[in-house]
């Protein structure tokens, strides 16, 4: 199944069963019509869909009985569910990311940053992630502590959402779009980037990296 939110005014995220070239409508996420839902997350063993936006919607949606779970007052940029399947960390519009427990509805701050965080993505072993910032690069930052490990530069942003993850053998690489139309490849360990790959004749806004290298 696929979960797609839409942009800026958007009241619902659509949840599609996708077999083989057909795909179905399997329900909708909404609450009000006045919503804005603008990006999810499903939790590790796919029973529930965390989506939410940038008006104060936050919702832990559970596809088995239909039911919604709201936090209220949350305006989110990116989230990610952790396989605790409990702990969801989100990037909000206070220039932060924190975590959430929906079982006990207690939240505590990761980390923060002086700039707008617009798009976070999870290391596989979810120690550390990955923070695209408005204008300033992406971050790398670990978890548990909240320290800043790493700031990558050389993309452009300005007016989408870039959005970049973690690749290759060990996640040893970290790939992102960009406004310049290039797709720009780091190592981790690695400030600048050692690959810049023409990605379209457009704005590159996303990408996915083959987990393996050949």
Same mark, same amino acid.
């Given at each position: 199944m696929i979960c797609v939110?839409?942009? &800026?005014k958007c009241p619902e995220a659509v949840v599609w069963?996708?077999?083989?070239? &057909?795909? *179905?409508i399997k329900c909708r996420i909404t609450q009000n019509t006045e919503d804005v839902?603008?990006?999810?997350?499903?939790?590790?063993?796919?029973?529930? =869909?965390?989506?939410g936006g940038q008006q104060g919607q936050? %919702?832990? %949606?559970?596809l088995h009985t239909s039911t919604a779970y709201n936090w209220e007052g949350v305006r989110l940029h990116s989230v990610a569910a952790l396989r605790d399947n409990k702990t969801v960390l989100a990037a909000d519009s206070h220039k932060r990311v924190r975590s959430y427990n929906f079982e006990d509805y207690?939240? *505590?701050t990761v980390c923060e940053d002086e700039s707008q965080i617009i798009n976070m993505s999870l290391s596989g072993d979810e120690k550390h992630c990955l923070l695209t910032l408005a204008k300033q690069g992406l971050l790398l930052v670990d978890i548990a502590s909240g320290t800043s490990i790493r700031k990558y530069y050389g993309i452009l942003q300005s007016d989408y *959402? =870039?959005?970049s993850c973690f690749g290759g053998a060990s996640e040893q690489f970290i790939v992102s779009g960009s406004e310049d139309n290039l797709v720009y490849v780091f190592k981790r360990d690695c400030s600048s980037p050692i690959l810049q790959a023409r990605g379209s004749h457009a704005y590159c806004l996303l990408r996915c990296l &083959?987990?393996?290298l050949h």
């Open positions: 939110c839409g942009v &800026e069963s996708v077999t083989g070239t &057909e795909a *179905q839902l603008t990006c999810c997350s499903w939790s590790p063993d796919n029973r529930f =869909i965390y989506t936050f %919702y832990k %949606y559970d207690t939240d *505590q *959402q =870039i959005n &083959e987990p393996r």
